[in-house]
C-alpha cells in the first residue's frame, strides 16, 4: 500500500516543474522571436563564397537570455563557407525581453539565414556555373602557391583560375568578385616570375573591375590598388606607386568606419601596408615621411 501511495503521489506532481530549472530555455518559433528584435545585423556575404557562387539558407539554433542577448549559439545546417558569416551576424543580434507572467526569462529559438545571389528567375547558365564552380579549388591552389612563392605553379593556377573566371562570365546578379581576384592573383603570380609590365596590365584591370562591382568602403577596393603599385614600383614608377598605396590606405579606413566589428582583421592589413608605403618612402629618401606611417602602424 505504501508503494502504491507513493505512485500516486509521484504522478500527481508536475514532473516539468520538478525536473527543469526555471532558467531553462523556453522555445519560441522564428517569427515571434524576430518580432522581438532589436538589432538585427545583415550577414556580410563571403567575397570569396560570392566569387564561388555559393548560396543557401544556414539554420541557427540559439539560446537568448532574459537580457534579450544571445547567451549560446550552434550551426544546425547550411553551406560550410556561408556558416561563419552566420554566426557573426547572429552574436550581435539584440531582443526585447521575453516575458512569462511579468518575468524576463531566457528563451531558444532556430533562425534561417539565407545567403542568395541570384533573384529569382535570374542566374548563371549551366556552363558559367560549372566554370564558377571549377574557378574555387583552383584558385585555393593559386593562392597556396603564392603564399609559397612558387612561380612555377602560382602562374599555372593562376592562370587556370582567371579562364574560368572570364568563361564564369559577367552575370546581372553577381558581383564578379572572381574575375576581379583572379586577374588579381594572376598578376601577383606575374610579379612573382618577374614579369612586372605584363603584372601591371593585370592589375589594371582588376581596379577597373574593383571600380564597377565594390565600394570605396569595402576592403576588397583597397587590394587592387596596394597590387598595382607593387607592379609600379618594381617598374621605377615612384609617383604612381605612392598614389596607388594611399587610396588603398585611405580604402580601408573607410572600411574600418563602416564595419567597425572588423576593425581588428582590417587594421592588420592597414598596419602591412603602411609598412610597406614607409619601405618605399625610406628608398627615395622620405625618412621623416615613413616614420610616420610606422608609427601609425605601430599603433593598430
Known amino acids: 500500500m505504501r508503494?502504491?501511495?507513493?505512485?500516486?503521489?509521484?504522478?500527481?506532481?508536475?514532473?516539468?516543474?520538478?525536473?527543469?530549472?526555471?532558467?531553462?530555455?523556453?522555445?519560441?518559433?522564428?517569427?515571434?522571436?524576430?518580432?522581438?528584435?532589436?538589432?538585427?545585423?545583415?550577414?556580410?556575404?563571403?567575397p570569396i563564397a560570392r566569387a564561388a557562387r555559393v548560396q543557401g539558407t544556414v539554420e541557427i539554433a540559439v539560446v537568448i537570455n532574459p537580457a534579450g542577448k544571445i547567451s549560446s549559439e550552434k550551426v544546425l545546417s547550411g553551406p560550410a563557407m556561408l556558416q561563419q558569416a552566420a554566426l557573426d551576424a547572429v552574436r550581435r543580434w539584440t531582443?526585447?525581453?521575453?516575458?512569462?507572467?511579468?518575468?524576463?526569462?531566457?528563451?531558444?529559438?532556430?533562425?534561417?539565414?539565407?545567403f542568395q545571389i541570384d533573384k529569382p528567375g535570374e542566374g548563371p547558365t549551366k556552363e558559367q556555373e560549372a566554370a564558377a564552380q571549377a574557378w574555387f579549388p583552383v584558385s585555393e591552389k593559386c593562392r597556396n602557391a603564392l603564399q609559397a612563392s612558387d612561380p612555377?605553379?602560382?602562374?599555372?593556377?593562376?592562370?587556370?583560375?582567371?579562364?574560368?573566371?572570364?568563361?564564369?562570365?559577367?552575370?546581372?546578379?553577381?558581383n564578379q568578385l572572381g574575375?576581379?581576384?583572379?586577374?588579381?592573383?594572376?598578376?601577383?603570380?606575374?610579379?612573382?616570375?618577374?614579369?612586372?609590365?605584363?603584372?601591371?596590365?593585370?592589375?589594371?584591370?582588376?581596379?577597373?573591375?574593383?571600380?564597377k562591382w565594390l565600394k570605396e568602403t569595402d576592403?576588397?577596393?583597397?587590394?587592387?590598388?596596394?597590387?598595382?603599385?607593387?607592379?609600379?614600383?618594381?617598374?621605377?614608377?615612384?609617383?604612381?606607386?605612392?598614389?596607388?598605396?594611399?587610396?588603398?590606405?585611405?580604402t580601408i579606413r573607410r572600411a574600418i568606419v563602416h564595419l567597425p566589428e572588423m576593425k581588428k582583421p582590417y587594421s592588420q592589413t592597414l598596419a602591412s601596408i603602411l609598412r610597406t608605403h614607409a619601405n618605399f618612402l625610406d628608398q627615395v629618401g622620405r625618412s621623416e615621411e615613413a616614420a610616420t606611417l610606422r608609427t601609425e602602424a605601430d599603433s593598430l
Not at 531582443?95 to 539565407?114: H, N, Q, R, W, Y
Not at 587556370?160 to 564564369?168: E, H, R
Not at 577596393?221 to 604612381?240: K, V
Open 95 to 114: 531582443f526585447t525581453p521575453f516575458l512569462l507572467k511579468g518575468e524576463p526569462v531566457t528563451v531558444s529559438a532556430v533562425f534561417a539565414i539565407p
Open 219 to 250: 576592403e576588397e577596393y583597397a587590394m587592387p590598388f596596394f597590387w598595382r603599385a607593387m607592379a609600379e614600383a618594381r617598374l621605377g614608377q615612384a609617383d604612381a606607386t605612392f598614389a596607388d598605396l594611399q587610396i588603398a590606405e585611405e
Open 152 to 174: 612555377g605553379d602560382a602562374l599555372n593556377y593562376c592562370k587556370q583560375a582567371l579562364d574560368f573566371a572570364i568563361k564564369a562570365g559577367d552575370t546581372n546578379s553577381s
Open 3 to 46: 508503494l502504491a501511495a507513493l505512485l500516486i503521489a509521484v504522478l500527481a506532481l508536475d514532473l516539468t516543474a520538478v525536473t527543469q530549472p526555471a532558467d531553462y530555455p523556453r522555445p519560441v518559433d522564428e517569427a515571434t522571436a524576430r518580432k522581438k528584435m532589436l538589432e538585427h545585423a545583415e550577414p556580410l556575404y563571403p
Open 179 to 211: 574575375l576581379l581576384l583572379s586577374h588579381q592573383y594572376y598578376g601577383h603570380a606575374l610579379i612573382l616570375d618577374g614579369k612586372p609590365e605584363e603584372a601591371l596590365g593585370e592589375e589594371i584591370t582588376a581596379v577597373e573591375e574593383s571600380k
